[in-house]
């Protein structure tokens, strides 16, 4: 939708959207002019985001597949963003074929293209929620994630990309603890989340730019991201800069600079 082709009707092309930002920002086509426009501005203030939306995806990928091969086979990805490579399906069930994933965003373009693209495996199973992560009981009593997702076994949790949009006025700790109270012992969670603590200048003017628009972000501390994961214990190597988290063999990442955290721990 680079030419800005005619949208569905319930979306208003006026108005920016994280996952279209991102979209345009790892050189994707289903985005309109307001979002390029947040996307130049952030880039403008820190080039640096270019990197960190790739190494956003990366860990995402990096972190499924993980998962998946410690026996992880129910997938609750929330912000799920345009469907592009890597899809956390696709990882999962490359894994384990019988896999099963519940998608969640609430941009219908996003919906759109997730039922549209994103096959599940004949043995395993995949679902699209049109919601808010800002309403939890939308998503957990959804007869779609119902229908996938046997609670009483432990679900892997993913929230990558997303919370910086929720802020705590919004009480982003209580919306996260919402999900992992409604899974059992041995689930895990999976996050990333942007931070000021390596590069403060840069990422604080990210924020601003940001900021000047309808979307507002919320920049938070290690010490405030690690709340997310209160009754859970963090696996190696711990809540790190995104390319840092198990980087795949003879990856160069520990001498690049990092706008974000990504962690994953598992429910005690």
Do not use: C
């Not at 930002?21 to 996307?39: H, P, Q, S, T």
């Not at 345009?82 to 519940?102: D, F, K, L, S, W």
């Not at 996003?110 to 395993?124: D, F, K, Q, W």
């Not at 931070?195 to 924020?207: G, H, I, Q, V, Y």
């Amino acid at each position: 939708m680079a030419d800005d082709a005619p949208a569905p009707p319930k979306i208003n092309t006026s108005v920016p959207h994280p996952a279209r930002i991102y979209d345009y920002l790892l050189g994707g086509k289903d985005n309109f002019e307001a979002d390029r426009k947040v996307a130049e501005a952030t880039v403008a203030a820190s080039p640096g985001v270019l990197q960190g939306v790739r190494d956003n995806r990366a860990f995402l990928g990096r972190a499924v597949r993980f998962l998946a091969e410690q026996g992880i086979g129910q997938f609750l990805d929330i912000g799920t963003g345009i469907p592009t490579q890597g899809n956390t399906h696709e990882v999962a069930q490359a894994v384990n074929p019988a896999a099963r994933v519940v998608y969640v965003d609430n941009d219908p373009i996003v919906m759109a293209h997730a039922r549209a693209l994103l096959r599940s495996t004949p043995e395993g199973r995949t679902a699209y929620i049109e919601a808010d992560l800002r309403d939890p009981d939308s998503i957990l009593d959804h007869p779609d994630t119902l229908a996938t997702l046997d609670f009483t076994e432990p679900i892997a949790i993913v929230i990558v990309g997303t919370l910086m949009y929720v802020d705590d006025k919004e009480d982003a700790f209580g919306v996260v603890k919402r999900y992992t109270d409604a899974v059992v012992p041995g689930s895990h969670l999976a996050i990333t989340h942007v931070t000021a603590d390596f590069e403060p200048e840069s990422l604080e003017a990210f924020a601003e730019a940001y900021n000047s628009t309808h979307e507002m972000l919320t920049l938070r501390t290690r010490a405030e991201i690690m709340r997310f994961f209160d009754g859970f214990e963090l696996v190696e190597p711990g809540m790190v800069g995104l390319s840092q988290w198990r980087p795949a063999p003879g990856e160069d990442s520990y001498r690049r600079t990092h706008g974000a955290y990504g962690a994953v721990g598992r429910k005690l």
